[in-house]
């Protein structure tokens, strides 16, 4: 069965440094997100990413944050310069179409800045 | 501002109870109730619902949906200690969607 993946797992940073979570969609999709949860928290959205662009963003999706589909697989969040407070679970999903409102999600990134 | 309600929270039960997770909702620009099953991980999905007064069933599972209420529950007959997990109410909005907080769900043997 499809699947949507990420990598890495887990990834330890320092507090300043610029970190890359990579997501690779199921393969036929054509909606892209990222969310993210802090641990004990709910789940946020942070932004969707339709026909190479940002559709919709959330109030946390600042300026430190970019995605980009650099190639046909991949959909990746850039974090320019992380803050401690940046340490969550961070889950990518994908979405077939337009008619199909279920998202898939992938088993997520643990990033923990130091 | 939009907002998903979950309750309750936590709830502790045995095996073979019957429970009932609700979720409330106001959210602009309504398509869509969805239910989601976090267990240690990334959610996996368990229902969408768009249209009021029609029951999914999955199972032990069920939901429904009522627009004119902005609510929705889930139900879970018979549990087993394998539905022990926190259940995510997420409601879709034009191009993003809203998770409540949960309810953790744990079904003791």
């Known amino acids: 069965e499809p699947e949507v993946t990420q990598t890495p797992s887990h990834q330890v940073t320092q507090m300043g440094q610029e970190v890359i979570l990579r997501c690779v969609p199921i393969?036929?999709?054509?909606?892209f997100y990222w969310y993210r949860q802090i641990l004990g928290q709910k789940v946020e959205f942070l932004v969707s990413?339709?026909?190479?662009?940002?559709?919709?963003k959330s109030e946390i999706f600042d300026d430190q944050f970019s995605v980009e589909r650099p190639d046909g697989s991949n959909f990746t969040l850039k974090i320019r310069s992380t803050k401690l407070e940046d340490s969550a679970m961070y889950f990518c999903?994908?979405?077939?179409?337009?008619?199909?409102?279920?998202?898939?999600f992938g088993p997520g990134t643990r990033l923990t800045v130091t | 501002e939009d907002k998903v309600v979950q309750s309750p929270l936590s709830l502790v039960v045995h095996e073979g109870d019957t429970v009932t997770l609700n979720c409330s909702y106001e959210?602009?620009?309504?398509?869509?109730l969805l239910w989601y099953k976090q267990e240690k991980k990334a959610p996996t999905f368990l229902f969408m619902l768009?249209?009021?007064?029609i029951e999914k069933k999955s199972g032990r599972l069920s939901s429904i949906l009522d627009k004119k209420e902005l609510f929705s529950i889930l139900n879970i007959t018979a549990t087993q200690t394998g539905d022990s997990a926190v259940y995510l109410c997420?409601?879709?909005?034009?191009?993003?969607?809203?998770f409540g907080a949960g309810t953790r769900l744990t079904v003791k043997p």
């Open positions: 999903a994908s979405r077939a179409s337009s008619g199909s409102y279920e998202q898939y």
């Open positions: 393969s036929n999709h054509l909606y």
């Open positions: 990413f339709y026909n190479n662009e940002i559709s919709e």
């Open positions: 959210v602009t620009n309504f398509r869509s």
């Open positions: 768009t249209s009021s007064g």
């Open positions: 997420a409601v879709e909005a034009l191009d993003d969607m809203r």
